[in-house]
């Protein structure tokens, strides 16, 4: 009677406990006991990319082979698929379930990557190497066409010294700091560019040149409803607080003016909930996953904000979500498109410019790039109006306005 076995998983394993398969690309081993298997893993563990690498070294009295899990000669199978490999216990017929991992062996020649062929290769590239063979073995037409394009090349860098002189006059002339801070306004107005909202500059309707679902889509606003009850309940001692502790006072003033019922004070409600997430997040340079948990933040929002509005950085063995500067720009402005549907097409630049602690002149380029009016609250006898006689506001007019980027700019007075 035959005999009969039975599988064992061996359940969580740890990366060394791992099969190895091995497939050599210049035939089969008949012999696999002639060879040395040696396995080397990288020494950074720390890095997620790094510590999985490995390279299986195979040694025999002829020829050596090497393999590797990762960089061009790898398979790309072990990033797509999941291997198992069964090993017989013949002492208790037992077939244990390990995972597997591929590894194409190649044959390493002797003397094929020595220092000195490392060194031609860092000085000498590929160009140089074909047009080497050209010279050799190429032929008339071939020759000659490597004779113009080298001609040209003389040329160019003929060109290229001519450049560089004209610039070091210019920088003599004018003076490296003035072309520096011309070259910050440029990138800060590009900048700002690349950061504005989806916008459709030929809508019919002021409400959508910037589309509420771009800002909110329907699904993402209907997470907010639980959370923008609870700040539609807020008192006037904890709006007070809010406003005492600064960086909401644009959220306060739409909550203090919130309509009594109806559609209009969900929307509201739920859009100052989600301008102060926005706010706060300005005010951060590290953002968690655990952002606005206190607030009762839905993870479909924190989601979003982690997306839109942070970049990876990988630090100290892990991935960070950091709020770049580029990012802050990107918030301002999405506030501010946020305000104006708050706000019928009409956002408190001040208010706004205080909550985002950004300098007058940038709030300005902020509100220029969106293609905004920049006006004043009409005056007022009344001590309140008075006050906000000085707030700067902007409102959304069709068509927008194209400001030019190279005007000097007026000297204006600080918003405090």
Known sequence: MAASCTLVCCGEERDADKAVIVNFSNGNVKNGNQLDFTMYKNVDENNPRKRTRRILVAESDRLSYVGHNFGVGSLKCNSLCQYYVGVLNRDTMQMEIHNAQLFNMQPAIPGENTESSKMEDTTQTYRDKVDSLIEAFGTNKQKRALSTRRLNQVGSDTLHHAVAKAASSVISQKGLEALQQELVDT??????????PPCNPDAACREDVYPFENLLTPVEFDALEQAGSKMAELTQEEL????????????????????????????????????????????????????????????????????????????NGRIQNVVSSSMRAKLATYCLALLLHMGHMTADLTLLHRDLRLAEAKMIEVAKSMGLTLIKAPRAKTPEAEQRDEHKQATLVLPLVKYDQFTERRKRRKMK
Do not use: W
């Open 187 to 196: 990138e800060s107005q590009s900048d700002l560019a690349l950061r504005v």
């Open 240 to 315: 007070q607080t809010l406003k005492d502790k600064g960086g909401c006072l644009s959220v306060v003033e739409h909550l203090e003016n919130l309509p009594a019922s109806g559609e209009l004070r969900e929307k509201m409600s739920r859009c100052a909930f989600y301008l102060s997430l926005l706010l706060k997040m300005v005010r951060q340079k590290i953002v968690s996953r655990k952002f606005g948990h206190e607030e009762g933040c839905p993870r479909i929002i924190v989601n979003k904000l982690l997306k839109d509005f942070t970049v990876e950085s990988f630090q």
